[in-house]
């Protein structure tokens, strides 16, 4: 080996830094490797989202709530797919998760909990910023007072095994210039007790994407950073790794057609838009889905025959969102005094529209939606009112629900003798079986803090 650590950690998104930052308190020597020229991967660009069952603001407000339930939820939205030993670790470990970023991170978050699509209930704390990037800063200046370091532009090419089968290291390139492959020079990393695996998702890798969902060939839009590629997770595979449920990847349902990728609009309809707001076919004028139903319904309904869907937000409800000057300025949110004003812009039939938002501010009274069955709290009884906000939907492609098996111990599993490959963990969204058929909103952050912190954990104790 050129240089030696007790833990490597390959990825510096949420599951990759929790895992180096475990590993470091339990006293090891670690180094994270990026093969970016920036850290934080998709975890940066997220949201910043964290479900959690049991929250302490749902308390508050007299809402029962359980891990059973969020796990039954999580199986429901999962078409059952799911690794039922995952899933509960996932629940069980939420609350402690969201109490790391915010007690021992210091990541400070919103007053108010968001009901997000496929939830029982609002259980989701959303950063004050509405960005992932906030977390992603505070998992860093973590990373520098511990002395954990990170080694931007430093790809994983394979790993390295030792005579006993059991992985070793990493053969990396360092000086990488993504994408061009096999540039920088090669490099041999030892780690003396374990490797983790936390390299994200491969949206953005179209020729992996094709093979396993051929309906997501060509250039498609996503919302994904461009080293979102299969080659980490390709590695692993050819040491024995078990590839789960790679066919499902997920597309956003609340991403705007008039921005590129995740943009500035995707948080103002995630976080007030569609828990406030209708989401309706233009070429009707009606509402078409359940708003609130999980992520995989509201997409397959988007995307059928013909639609062109729209989000209809009232003038209450969109001023809530923080970055909503900016959305409107970038013409990705748009802003009408009138109701019939947007229906001729958009070229919506006016009555049609009209008598739709009728039908659902009295339905909003009367806390009862006859037509699809979304749940209507108490508390999202705002009725859609002028100025109306619109934003023109296009679901792109968000988040690959596969990867590599893990147990709940966040150690790789081996595909022929189903027992955990010595010295390999992974953790995030490069693993599989969480989520099965589709993860629900909040849960890639609480999956990746609760398991990349676990792999951090094993993987420190392997071999005492
Ligand atoms: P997660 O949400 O699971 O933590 P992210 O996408 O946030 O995933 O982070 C994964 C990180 O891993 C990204 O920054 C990505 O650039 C990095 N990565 C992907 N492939 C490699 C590789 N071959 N070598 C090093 N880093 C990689």
């Not at 470091?24 to 180094?31: E, K």
């Not at 590695?235 to 789960?244: C, D, H, N």
């Not at 997920?250 to 838009?273: A, H, K, N």
């Not at 966040?410 to 995030?428: E, F, N, Q």
Request: hydrophobic share 45%; proline share 5%; aromatic share 6%.
């Amino acid at each position: 080996f050129d240089e030696s650590f007790e833990v490597l950690v390959i990825g510096s998104g949420f599951a990759g830094l929790s895992a180096a930052i475990e590993a470091r308190l339990a006293g090891r020597s670690v180094l994270v490797i990026e093969k970016m020229a920036l850290p934080g991967g998709n975890s940066a660009l997220s949201g910043g989202l964290i479900a959690v069952a049991n929250a302490p603001l749902l308390a508050r407000d007299g809402i029962a709530d359980s891990p059973d339930l969020l796990a039954e939820d999580m199986f429901k939205a999962g078409h059952g797919l799911n690794h039922p030993d995952l899933v509960r670790a996932a629940a069980a470990g939420s609350l402690e998760a969201f109490l790391w970023c915010r007690d021992f991170l210091g990541v400070v978050f919103a007053g108010s909990l968001h009901h997000g699509g496929g939830h029982s209930v609002p259980r989701i704390y959303s950063p004050e910023n509405c960005s992932g990037s906030v977390i992603l800063q505070a998992l860093l200046v973590k990373c520098r007072e511990l002395g954990i370091p990170i080694r931007l532009q430093t790809a994983l090419e394979a790993f390295i095994l030792d005579g006993d089968g059991r992985v070793a290291g990493a053969e990396v390139r360092a000086g990488h210039i993504f994408p061009q492959a096999q540039s920088g020079t090669p490099r041999r990393i030892g780690a003396t007790r374990g490797v983790v695996l936390a390299s994200g998702g491969y949206c953005q890798d179209i020729e992996f994407r094709k093979i396993h969902d051929p309906g997501l060939a060509g250039a498609l839009e996503t919302t994904n950073h461009p080293g979102a590629t299969a080659e980490a997770l390709v590695s692993a595979l050819k040491i024995g790794a078990t590839p789960v449920h790679l066919s499902w990847i997920q597309m956003g349902p609340w991403t705007s057609r008039d921005e590129v990728g995740w943009g500035v609009s995707t948080m103002f309809s995630v976080l007030v838009g569609i828990p406030h707001g209708i989401m309706i076919d233009a070429s009707t004028g009606k509402r078409f889905v359940n708003e609130l139903a999980d992520r995989l319904s509201r997409s397959r309904e988007m995307v059928a025959a013909g639609r062109d869907p729209m989000l209809i937000v009232g003038g209450r409800a969109a001023r809530q969102y923080p970055n909503l000057a900016q959305g409107l300025k970038r013409g990705a949110i748009r802003r009408y005094d009138t109701l019939e004003a947007l229906a001729q812009d958009q070229s919506i039939d006016f009555p049609a529209l009209e008598a739709t938002l009728r039908h659902f501010n009295l339905s909003l009274r009367d806390g009862v939606d006859d037509e699809f069955g979304r749940p209507l709290a108490a508390h999202e009884r705002f009725p859609i009112e002028a100025p109306y906000h619109l934003v023109r939907l296009r679901p792109k492609i968000h988040y690959c629900n596969g990867g590599i098996q893990i147990d709940a111990g966040a150690r790789a599993l081996d595909i022929a003798s189903h027992r955990p490959i010595p010295g390999l963990y992974a953790a995030g969204e490069v693993t599989g079986g969480v989520h099965g058929a589709c993860r629900l909103g909040g849960m890639a952050i609480t999956e990746c803090i609760v398991f990349g912190r676990t792999a951090g954990v094993n993987a420190s104790r392997a071999k005492d």
